[in-house]
């Protein structure tokens, strides 16, 4: 449909709402602000639609359902759901705005006054129309990650630096690109994005960077040139997926930063750049539910990690709708996925083939890092396995060796226990200390700090990863034997340190440590071929 058109089918309908800063239309399903698409699911859209066409007036619950899943029977946990994914997408709530109200024990009600026009501006006619060349489209659907974006914007005009760091799949790009086109109008659409993942050759860097921001001619050290060119430009340049390339990209983004005042960096890695000017925001993982309390789909709901799970069953094809019975499990598959995007979308990917229960269950094993995701992802992002080979094939060989042998242990544990463990008989315990720090920067190890000390863990996915590696290496028994030693010892050693300390009686620490002492068993017949994946 070309822009002409698209302007005619606009001009005919008299089904363009006004509220607030939004503009809907009915017809064409489409919800705007500030000329951009607003990042809403189908059902949410539906509820929508659904209130605004009787503005002021109370709709049922049971109407609502019966609009928005006409051949389903569903309960009222769906319906709050998409409630609150449509508040969210409003924004309801902040500077005091209301659109959707809650009237308790009849249904919901659009309050925001509306007013109708014959047609958009011209901006909405084709958002996309003024886009740089190679710019991402703006994502479709981003669960949990609005507060984020605002976050990191705010950050970028402030700090002129910043880089997304996380581990693989948690979103980096996704929000990178949300974050991009949140900034265009402040940009007067001056964003270039550089996509560097498909890129091998180092060497390639300074000339993929020069094209993007359209630097003319053939320049024999575009590394030089680049910084001249954007001396005097202002606009927000995009360095996405630097990790691999991390050697070139870090010193060219800091000679920009220095050399180029009203240049703006937003740079995705799984580790810093570590260079002049740079500020990290860690990207956490998804918001699931707590083990400790009994889980109803409502509260389940409200977790961010259960939305995009919920999401993307449903998306898949599969009839699926959370009921009070399956929350829990879901629960515990977000948290068994520790609540990583691609993970979560790997495997609500799989509920029509297994069943909620059978997902649940297949996470104990290694399968789960096989199964694929979007044809149309990058080839880093198809499996969980190779998410993780991209980052495991990046290390030094003395990081794989550590983060192998750091597999055998079963939730937290401190750095003494680390080093006994990984150590062996060839490496130094400084190596392992150094080498767990330069895997938490890269992103492959949690650092959990708190009055008693720093405790480390590997996310769930990331140890059945590398047990795989520890079996293949033949060193698996070796380490599980060192690892049982430690913790068959750990009481003791416990008691010791309460002795030393009169207001440490040794239970707090016992606590940080029982997944792995467990683990270890104090029997004699503990085996190390018994070790988990």
């Excluded at 007013?115 to 901006?123: D, F, H």
């Amino acid at each position: 449909m070309n822009i002409m058109d698209a302007q005619s089918r606009w001009s005919v309908s008299q089904d363009v709402l006004c509220f607030g800063p939004f503009r809907l239309s009915t017809t064409e399903r489409l919800l705007e602000k500030g000329g951009e698409p607003v990042q809403l699911g189908s059902r949410a859209l539906d509820i929508l639609i659904a209130l605004v066409e009787r503005p002021a007036e109370v709709v049922s619950k049971q109407e609502l359902i019966a609009r928005v899943w006409p051949d389903l029977v569903v309960d009222e946990g769906s319906l709050r759901f998409h409630v609150l994914a449509l508040r969210k997408a409003l924004g309801q709530g902040r500077s005091g705005t209301r659109y959707v109200s809650n009237v308790s024990g009849r249904g919901y009600c659009f309050v925001a006054p509306i007013s109708r026009a014959a047609s958009p501006p011209a901006i909405l006619s084709n958002s996309l129309a003024h886009l740089p060349v190679g710019f991402p489209p703006s994502p479709t659907r981003m669960v949990g990650r609005s507060e984020t974006v605002e976050l990191i914007s705010e950050e970028l005009i402030a700090r002129r630096f910043l880089t997304i760091v996380g581990p693989g799949g948690i979103g980096k790009t996704t929000v990178a690109i949300a974050v991009s086109h949140s900034m265009l109008a402040a940009f007067d659409g001056a964003v270039h994005y550089v996509d560097f993942g498909p890129l091998g050759a180092p060497s390639l860097v300074p000339n993929m960077v020069a094209s993007t921001v359209g630097l003319p001619g053939n320049f024999d050290d575009p590394l030089a040139a680049l910084p001249a060119f954007l001396r005097d430009r202002r606009m927000l340049l995009v360095l996405d997926s630097c990790e691999h390339l991390i050697e070139t990209i870090a010193p060219l983004a800091e000679r920009i930063f220095r050399e180029a005042p009203e240049v703006h960096i937003l740079a995705t890695s799984r580790e810093p750049l570590q260079v002049e000017g740079e500020r990290v925001h860690r990207i956490h993982p998804l918001a699931f539910p707590p083990d400790d309390a009994p889980l109803t789909v409502a509260c389940a709901l409200t977790f961010p990690a259960v939305q995009l799970f919920v999401e993307r069953a449903d998306a898949d094809g599969t009839v699926f709708e959370l009921n009070d019975a399956d929350a829990p499990i879901v629960g515990k598959v977000c948290r068994k996925l520790d609540g990583i995007a691609l993970a979560l979308e790997l495997a609500a990917g799989r509920v029509g083939a297994y069943g909620i229960k059978g997902i649940a269950s297949l996470l104990d094993g290694p399968c789960r890092l096989l199964w694929h995701g979007r044809r149309t992802a990058s080839p880093r992002h198809q499996t969980l396995s190779a998410m993780l080979d991209w980052s495991y094939n990046l290390l030094p060989e003395s990081e794989r060796v550590i983060l192998r042998r750091l597999s055998v242990f079963v939730g937290a544990f401190s750095l003494e226990a680390a080093q006994f463990v990984a150590a062996g008989n060839i490496l130094e315990r400084e190596q392992v200390a150094e080498a767990i720090a330069g895997l938490v920067t890269k992103s492959l190890i949690v650092v959990e700090t708190n009055h008693a000390g720093a405790l480390y863990r590997l996310l769930d996915t990331t140890r059945a990863y590398v047990l795989t590696k520890m079996v293949d290496s033949g060193e698996r028994n070796t380490i599980a034997q060192r690892h049982a030693t430690y913790y068959r010892e750990f009481p003791e050693r416990i008691e010791i340190a309460a002795l030393t300390c009169a207001k440490n009686d040794g239970t707090a620490e016992r606590w940080r440590h029982v997944s792995n002492a467990a683990e270890a068993g104090a029997d004699p017949e503990f085996k190390p071929d018994s070790l988990r994946i």
